[in-house]
């Protein structure tokens, strides 16, 4: 499947690597993509606002990798070891089948609003599934939050890396394309070791209620940085 779509990448989409004159051209304008001139750092410092934004969408990765961790330990404890391991998988069988059907649907529905504004609104319904595990108790209950959970990641996964892609630097995309990834991902990455401490000091309920509330956080940044960007970015609309 990743070789077919490499082959349908360089079959149909062209090629965007700027010219030197589109590069100097760009210097010239108010692009939220226009050219830096200099390093790597450079370009950072003057996107510091897009390195706040990556670091907000950690906190979603760290929420968000808890499905993998501590979703199915919640599972076994309400359900029980014989039965936990099934629920477990149904939940993640309904999160694959609403992220194919839903996808084009929740795109279509978010792409009139600001993107950051998208980005926010996916941290509140990672919350709304997350705190929803504290008192779930049922299946039906389980797969409400799953839904609001993975209604959230689309959300999330269609928005964030358009508006990283937007604000890059035309001369630096594929500098950044190398680090912002691994700025996002951090919160993933020690999401096992995160959740784990938590319960062991005090149980999967509060892991949840922390879970949820690292999304409010992260969602209430978000939104912090779009309306400081309102006004500014135009063109800052979900073009997803």
Not at 96 to 122: D, E, G, Q, W, Y
Not at 132 to 145: D, E, N
Request: net charge positive.
């Amino acid at each position: 499947m990743g070789f077919l779509s490499v082959l349908l990448n360089i079959a149909l989409i062209p090629e965007t690597k700027p010219t030197k004159e589109q590069l100097e051209e760009s210097l010239k304008t108010d692009r939220t993509d226009k050219a830096v001139e200099g390093t790597l750092l450079m370009a950072l410092k003057e996107r510091s606002g897009l390195i706040a934004f990556a670091l907000l969408i950690s906190l979603y990765g760290l929420a968000y990798g808890q499905t993998l961790f501590s979703l199915p330990l919640s599972a076994v404890a309400v359900f029980g070891e014989e039965r936990g391991a099934g629920v477990f998988g149904k939940l993640m069988s309904l999160n694959a089948l609403l992220v194919i059907f839903l996808n084009a649907p929740v795109v279509s529905l978010t792409r009139r609003f600001r993107t950051l504004a998208n980005v926010a609104f996916a941290g509140l319904l990672y919350t709304a599934g997350f705190a929803g595990f504290f008192i779930a108790r049922t299946l039906p209950f389980f797969y409400l939050c799953t839904l609001l959970w993975t209604l959230g990641e689309i959300v999330d996964a269609v928005n964030t890396w358009y508006y990283i892609a937007n604000h890059t630097p035309m001369s630096h995309r594929g500098r950044f394309g190398g680090i912002f990834p691994f700025i996002t991902g951090s919160g993933r990455a020690i999401a096992p070791y995160f959740g784990g401490q938590i319960i062991q000091r005090f149980g999967l309920g509060v892991l949840w209620l922390v879970t949820s509330a690292i999304t409010t956080g992260g969602a209430l940044g978000i939104r912090l940085l779009d309306r400081g960007r309102q006004g500014n970015d135009g063109e800052d609309n979900s073009g997803a």
